[in-house]
Nanobody, 115 residues
Framework: QVHLVESGGGLVQAGGSLRLSCATS????????MGWYRQAPGKQRELVAS???????NYADSVKGRFTISRDNAGHTLYLQMNSLKPEDTAVYYC?????????WGQGTQVTVLS
């Protein structure tokens, strides 16, 4: 079973920054477009940022200009730099592939933004 391991979440004041990391296997990372998803309490999981194998990125309108997704292909790690955080960014953040059936979801990492 492929494991996705997210880390880097925490408690931060509005306007602050966090950097999330996601580690997975080299094979999965090399051949798939990857994305960061989030799920807030009582809401459906949503895709907030994605990056394809060529490094092209896309963002949800709600995070555009504030979040930056990147990938370290050698280290098989996906990152999400989150700046100018808002209380509405509070959620559990997950990584997974983009397109096709998702892999088994990891535990995610909690991000809490205080107003």
């Amino acid at each position: 079973q492929v494991h996705l391991v997210e880390s880097g979440g925490g408690l931060v004041q509005a306007g602050g920054s966090l950097r999330l990391s996601c580690a997975t296997s080299g094979r999965i990372f090399k051949f798939n477009d990857m994305g960061w998803y989030r799920q807030a309490p009582g809401k459906q999981r949503e895709l907030v940022a994605s990056i394809n194998t060529r490094g092209n990125t896309n963002y949800a309108d709600s995070v555009k200009g504030r979040f930056t997704i990147s990938r370290d292909n050698a280290g098989h790690t996906l990152y999400l730099q989150m700046n100018s955080l808002k209380p509405e960014d509070t959620a559990v953040y997950y990584c997974n592939i983009v397109g096709g059936l998702p892999l088994a979801w990891g535990q995610g990492t909690q991000v809490t933004v205080l107003s």
